[in-house]
């Protein structure tokens, strides 16, 4: 199963997993897009120490989500669609990739560590990585070792982490992240090679996807850390090409061109009101789209909304206010 196709099965559980973001994003409102301002100010996303240069999904692209332990466990109450959110491909961290990584978030866990979306839970952030499940929090190690031996077959250090390999599985422990794995995973063909290659990335930035990649290297901190955050990045370029085939907007639906070489996304929600920013690297350049077209593809239902061309580096950012309202 190639990234995409994973992303698209993932999107179907997450149709039905949108509505528990709850009432703030309930209700439809007329946006009125600004121009003008300025977009938020970039830095090193959450996730990038964990994309190794070998942790790609097979095809050489990598495609990552993420999202903090604190926003995973909130109670957004009941859920109502809402519509500009729905429309906008702007909005697509939340519609994408906050959605399935919630889902996704409850599903295999290595056993002894709670899901991140339990109360009480020592997760501070979930991170998925081209199939490897990267969770970041405070573990006591010792406690999770007395359940792990139990069903696996070995057991053998790495890096500071100690490994157990049961079948096609394999989960390392230290006490500041637990990671997952197993061989059915998209893109995986040895857990354990994955799961080693992901340490390595974590410990060693000359192993990291970005110190191959300038290009992925600049739009991983083009947008600020939020609650939720993702990117998808191939250095053959054409991530935007064919339909998405959901039932929300996405960047593959807008008449972008196509050929782009990758795209981050980054969002807060903050009760009814959500900030969400998206950028785009294209190969050069010259083939980044006109401002007319990105203006009207990106933001047209925020109330406020700036965007940010440099060189071949497109940024959009948007607010969008009293969701719940309507």
Known sequence: MDRRQFVRAAGTAGTLATTSLAGC????????????????????????????????DGGGGIDVSS???????????????????QDD???????EWAVPIGWLSQALNPEGIAKPTADGSNTDRFTLVNGTRVFEGDYDPAEIRQIQERNANQSETYEGYTLYIDGESTTAVSAEAVLYVSDGAAGVD?????????????TDER?????????????????????YSGVEFDPDGGVLEGD???????????????????????ASIDEDDMTASVALRYPSSDAVDDRETIESELGQEADK???EIDGPLVIAEGEYRDLSED
Do not use: C, H, K
């Open 25 to 56: 994003l309930g209700g439809v409102l007329n946006g009125v897009t600004g121009g003008g301002g300025s977009v938020s100010e970039g830095e090193p996303a959450a996730y990038n120490a964990w994309i190794g240069a070998s942790t790609t």
């Open 207 to 227: 192993t990291r996807f970005a110190a191959e990649y300038e290009a992925y290297d600049e739009l991983q901190s083009a947008l600020p850390v939020r609650g």
């Open 67 to 85: 999202a903090s332990g604190s926003i995973l466990r909130r109670d957004w109450g009941s859920a109502q669609e809402n519509q500009r959110i």
């Open 244 to 266: 998405s085939e959901r039932e929300f907007t996405t960047l593959q639906d807008t008449d972008l061109d196509p050929d782009v070489l990758g795209f981050a996304g980054s």
């Open 190 to 202: 040895d857990a354990t090679a994955r799961i080693e290659a992901t340490i390595d990335a974590a």
């Open 89 to 95: 491909a702007l909005a697509m961290s939340v519609t």
């Open 305 to 307: 909304r700036a965007i």
